[in-house]
């Protein structure tokens, strides 16, 4: 019995290393599972990161240069005759004198004489407006023009829109303008008191100067063209032909009349030296 009992120890003590190594073995695997479990989140955090950095390190592409567009030289249209010195005379004196030589006129009589012309005031004034506005949004042309025979065209042959023509006929208001302030200012600086009303002052010195811009801005363009040409896109002023523009009116057959008469005399053309 003793014999037994030995062997069946010695057999019990060879049993219990295989059991210890599979718990070992056990062990180490669940603790690489737990391992891998841990470190799976930070492996994905990193490989984040290292997407984001080798996205942030691509190189930008290079951007195409800019193509400066070339500036087109604005030309007279096809079909249209740009006008002489003798008519653009005959336009500038013709207009301004229906606009402003009766204001003018009448302002000098008003200094002289001791009259009351509200009436001749208001005539003045509605043949003024008339020949800036009105005029233009009728017809496309100014009185001047029906007598000269000429108009304004654009680069696309089109009549440029009514602001031209006012714009274009108030040189003789800023100048002026600019001609008042002048002798307004003038004795106050001298004086050197203190000037009064600039901020009121200043919408006039900046209308005035207007048209001192206008001759500079004629004098440098490659084109001779002067503020309001260049700020319109380009406008000539060209000769027209008689045509049933009038429509039977008994008011623009009359002007077609006078320029009849003025070409008559030969002071539409210019004179050959």
């Not at 030995?6 to 059991?19: C, D, L, R, S, T």
């Not at 005959?90 to 009436?119: C, E, H, K, R, S």
């Amino acid at each position: 019995m003793g014999l037994l009992e030995k062997a069946g120890n010695i057999q019990a003590n060879e049993k219990e290393p295989v059991k210890v190594e599979k718990a070992e073995k056990e062990i180490k695997a669940f603790d690489a599972t737990v391992a891998k479990a841990v470190e799976a989140p930070q492996n994905t955090k990193k490989a984040k990161k290292a997407k984001k950095v080798k996205a942030a390190k691509k190189p930008r592409a290079a951007k195409a240069p800019r193509v400066r567009k070339e500036r087109v030289v604005k030309v007279i249209p096809e079909g249209f005759e740009e006008i002489g010195r003798a008519r653009s005379t005959g336009l500038w004196i013709i207009d301004n004198t229906v606009n402003w030589g009766l204001l003018i006129a009448l302002a000098a009589v008003m200094g002289f004489a001791d009259a009351q012309p509200t009436y001749f005031v208001i005539l003045c004034g509605l043949i003024s407006i008339t020949n800036l506005i009105l005029m233009p949004l009728w017809t496309k042309k100014t009185i001047g023009n029906w007598i000269t025979m000429t108009q304004y065209v654009n680069s696309r042959g089109e009549t440029p829109i009514f602001l031209y023509h006012v714009l274009k006929n108030l040189k003789i208001p800023m100048v002026l303008t600019g001609l008042f302030l002048f002798l307004v200012w003038l004795p106050v600086v001298l004086s050197e008191a203190d000037i009064p009303n600039l901020y009121l002052s200043l919408p006039g010195f900046i209308f005035s100067s207007l048209a001192i811009f206008d001759p500079i801005v004629r004098r440098f363009h490659q084109q001779n063209f002067g503020l309001w040409e260049f700020l319109f896109g380009g406008v000539w002023i060209v000769k027209t032909l008689k045509t049933e523009s009038s429509g039977g009116n008994k008011f623009l057959k009359r002007l077609e009349s006078l320029s009849d008469y003025s070409e008559s005399k030969g002071w539409l053309e210019d004179k050959e030296e």
